[in-house]
Structures are given as C-alpha cells and as structure tokens.
T-cell receptor
Framework: ELKVEQNPLFLSMQEGKNYTIYCNYSTTSDRLYWYRQDPGKSLESLFVLLSNGAVKQEGRLMASLDTKARLSTLHITAAVHDLSATYFC??????????FGKGTLLTVNP | ETGVTQSPTHLIKTRGQQVTLRCSSQSGHNTVSWYQQALGQGPQFIFQYYREEENGRGNFPPRFSGLQFPNYSSELNVNALELDDSALYLC???FGGGVTEAFFGQGTRLTVV
C-alpha cells in the first residue's frame, strides 16, 4: 500500500526566511501533486509534477520531483504572511486515487 | 476558482440518519472522485465514478455509496451515520478516469451529533 509522509507537519517561519517541505512516498510513481488548503476551505492545486527531475515555480514557491529517491520538495523563498496555510502533497499511482500526506501547517510570522 | 460545486456547504445530522451530498463536475470532465477529510488529516479516498460506473473504491464500508448521472454530476450517500463520519467531504473533478489532475470543490462540512 502506498504511503506518503510529509515533514515537517508544523512549520513556523519568519517573514523573509527560506524553508523546504519534504514529501516521501513508498512505491514507484511519476505523478505528484501539491495542494494548498486555507482553514475551512477546499484544496487549491499548486503544482503537478509528472516526470523525474521536474521542477516548477510559481512566485515564492518551487516544487521538484525525484522519482528515483521517491521524494518531492516544496521550497519557500522569502516567506510572506499570505503563504500561511496547510500544504499537502499527493501521489498518484497506477490506480485511480490520490494518496495524500498528512499536510504541513505553515505559519509565517512577521 | 474551479468549476466544481458541492451542496450543501454545511450539514448537521443525527447519528443513525442518512445523508446525501451532491457534486457538479467541471465542464468537460467525466470523472468524479470523493474524499473524506477528518479534522487535521489529509483527504482519504472514498471512491471514483467514471462514465456513471464506480471505477475504484477506498477502505470505506458499504454504507458509503454513490451515483454518477449522465451529466457527470455525482452524489455521495452515507447510511446509518456514525459520529466518526463528521468530516469535510470533498468532491474532485477530472477527465478520463484513473489518476489525473483533480480539481476540488469547496467541500461539504458534515457534523454528526
């Protein structure tokens, strides 16, 4: 059974600092997704990574995928308060579902 | 903002009752997946419907059932509600069955008392 582990689960950052969220998964997959969720809200799609070595950037967020290491990272550059949210990675295998990590609650403090 | 809409947005039910949640998929999408998200957890896959047929199911009991209609909208039915069914229920719309990029609706917050 596919398992997805995110770390850290809680991240308190100062504005302007950089940090990385890690997503490890247990079986081979070439589809990895990052979502953002604000409190009480639904999931907003951030990145879709479909091949080994894929790197995508949007604003202060950059995601990468290493399928050989079964690892994806979400890097935050010069954090701002608006980035405070819960971030989920989700892995798609050869079947029909996404398997989500437990999420990383990011708080950016002034 | 996605074109996936869910109703109702909030619902309170009593243990033992039945509930129906609804989802309208994004235009052009023929696949709907349902997820349950308990407080503080990641979403858990319930099942997927593709072209009106169940295309896969997660580890949920049979009292969780669903339907997909010819216009690709979908319903999630839960019978004999239990307190642990309290959660945010998310509908995800996609194209082509299987695992593709999914766009989520705003969710239905179900509270069972």
């Amino acid at each position: 059974e596919l398992k997805v582990e995110q770390n850290p689960l809680f991240l308190s950052m100062q504005e302007g600092k950089n940090y990385t969220i890690y997503c490890n998964y247990s079986t081979t997959s070439d589809r990895l997704y990052w979502y953002r969720q604000d409190p009480g809200k639904s999931l907003e799609s951030l990145f879709v990574l479909l091949s080994n070595g894929a790197v995508k950037q949007e604003g202060r967020l950059m995601a990468s995928l290493d399928t050989k290491a079964r690892l994806s990272t979400l890097h935050i550059t010069a954090a701002v308060h608006d980035l405070s949210a819960t971030y989920f990675c989700a892995v798609g295998g050869s079947n029909y579902k996404l398997t989500f990590g437990k999420g990383t609650l990011l708080t950016v403090n002034p | 903002e996605t074109g996936v809409t869910q109703s109702p947005t909030h619902l309170i039910k009593t243990r033992g009752q039945q509930v129906t949640l609804r989802c309208s998929s994004q235009s052009g999408h023929n696949t709907v997946s349902w997820y349950q998200q308990a407080l503080g957890q990641g979403p858990q896959f319930i099942f997927q419907y593709y072209r009106e047929e169940e295309n896969g199911r997660g580890n949920f009991p049979p009292r969780f059932s669903g339907l997909q209609f010819p216009n690709y909208s979908s319903e999630l039915n839960v019978n004999a509600l239990e307190l642990d069914d309290s959660a945010l229920y998310l509908c995800a719309s996609s194209f082509g069955g299987g695992v593709t990029e999914a766009f989520f609706g705003q969710g239905t917050r179900l509270t069972v008392v």
